[in-house]
Nanobody
Framework: QLQLAESGGGLVQPGGSLRLSCVVSGYTLDDLVIGWFRQAPGKEREGVSG????????YYTDAVKGRFTISGDIARNTIYLQMNSLEPEDTAVYSC??????????????????????WGQGTQVTVSS
């Protein structure tokens, strides 16, 4: 059974950095597609970034391009989201996601909830001075 456990959220000042982690159990990362989503108060959930691990193909929503980096550590079976140059608009609950890779599925250009089979519990990221 695919299960995810997140950590790494917190309070950071504008311009600062945070790294979110998500440990995956049940399957190895190189069989999966991985992603990060966020939901701000009063807004719909938004796909932030996704990766097809076996292909090394990564994609990002425009709002975070050049600032956020998704990665997967196969040895640790862990997903990361490195967030730099954080802005108050990045404040949200962030959730990791993972799903079984399907060769005939149209992944990208941004992650969609239907791409994934399992979700982390969510972690709060607050960007404020």
């Amino acid at each position: 059974q695919l299960q995810l456990a997140e950590s790494g959220g917190g309070l950071v000042q504008p311009g600062g950095s945070l790294r979110l982690s998500c440990v995956v159990s049940g399957y190895t990362l190189d069989d999966l597609v991985i992603g990060w989503f966020r939901q701000a108060p009063g807004k719909e959930r938004e796909g932030v970034s996704g990766e097809i691990v076996s292909h090394g193909m990564k994609y990002y929503t425009d709002a975070v391009k050049g600032r956020f980096t998704i990665s997967g550590d196969i040895a640790r079976n862990t997903i990361y989201l490195q967030m730099n140059s954080l802005e108050p608009e990045d404040t949200a609950v962030y959730s990791c996601a993972a799903g079984h890779y399907r060769a005939d599925y149209p992944y990208g250009p941004i992650p969609r909830a239907d791409d994934y089979d399992a979700w982390g519990q969510g972690t709060q990221v607050t960007v404020s001075s």
